[in-house]
Structure formats: structure tokens, C-alpha cells
């Protein structure tokens, strides 16, 4: 029996080769993609660390948002200032309402239409059309977006003339403090 060769397989053979490698370039380049964003990610996250938000606060917000049960984040809170009451880093809440100072339903409305267009999502308030909640948190929305696209600019031309500044090529004297030789 003599090695097979390649163009010795049987047609089933051949269009599982071909499958395969159709599955295999789909996964490599999904692979290239996510190792792209996983870059960009990585960027994003050292701009924000430069800017005071450590990577930590960007994933708890971002996990928290994307919580299908928000009641989740609200319940890890109360844990969370639980162990740090016991642990004597903060004061023991003795009503034991984490919530005691809780926002109005208003301010909730308002806090969530402004979140929504400060980041960039739909606006779509989820309320029903024409509501008070609804017309609440549009104007809200609406309130967010404006302050972003106001804001955003001048806050990354300071953060590009800071980064620029930090290297910015000297005056072309490498040693200005001293004397020049003869």
C-alpha cells in the first residue's frame, strides 16, 4: 500500500479538508480581531489610568451596566459596605438601610437618561411614549449628550497638548545648564 497523496483523497475527504479550512480562517481571524480590540482595550485602559480611573472602576461600571438584574450591583454594595463596616474601615450604618439617603424616582429617571446620553447609548428611555418619565429622561438624555459632545473636545485636546508636552523633544541643547567649552 503506497502513501496517500493529496489529490488521492475521496471527495468527502476533500470538502472536509476544505471545511475545515474555511472554519479555521473564520477562527484566526476572529483571533486577529480580538487580539486588535484586546490592544485597544489595553490603550483605552492606560489613557483612563492617566486620567485618574484605574481599570478596576471602568469594569465594575461596566459590569454593573450590563447586570440583566440590576437589584446585583445593588446587593454587592450592600455586602461589600457590610465587610468594610466590619472590618472597621467605614462607620456601621445602624438603621441598616444601605439606601437611607435613596434618590427619588425623578433623580433615578434623570441620573439614567443622562448616563444614556453622556455614553453614547440609544435614545430610547424604555418609559412609555409621551410619559413624564419618558419627556424626563429625553430631556435628560439629551442634557447627557450635549455635555459630551461640548466637553469630549476640549478634554482630549488637553490630554493630547499634556501627552505632546511630555514628549516634546528638547530645544536641541542636551545639556542646557552648562557651560559651553572653547
Known sequence: ???AQIGDNSKAEKERRVLFGYYHRKDRDIAARMKA?????KANRQNAK???FPAQKLDHYLKAFEAEDQQ?????LKSDRENLAWLGLIPDDPRGDLLADRATDEQMVQAKGFHAGLTGLDRVSGY????ASDKLWLESFDAGRKEYE?????????IEAQAS???SPSDGDPFPDQDTMH
Open 128 to 131: 412609555d411614549a409621551g410619559s
Open 165 to 167: 508636552k511630555e514628549e
Open 1 to 3: 500500500m503506497t502513501a
Open 150 to 158: 461640548t466637553e469630549v473636545p476640549d478634554l482630549l485636546k488637553r
Open 50 to 52: 492617566a486620567s485618574g
Open 72 to 76: 446585583k450591583p445593588v446587593e454587592r
Open 37 to 41: 480590540l484586546a490592544e485597544e482595550k
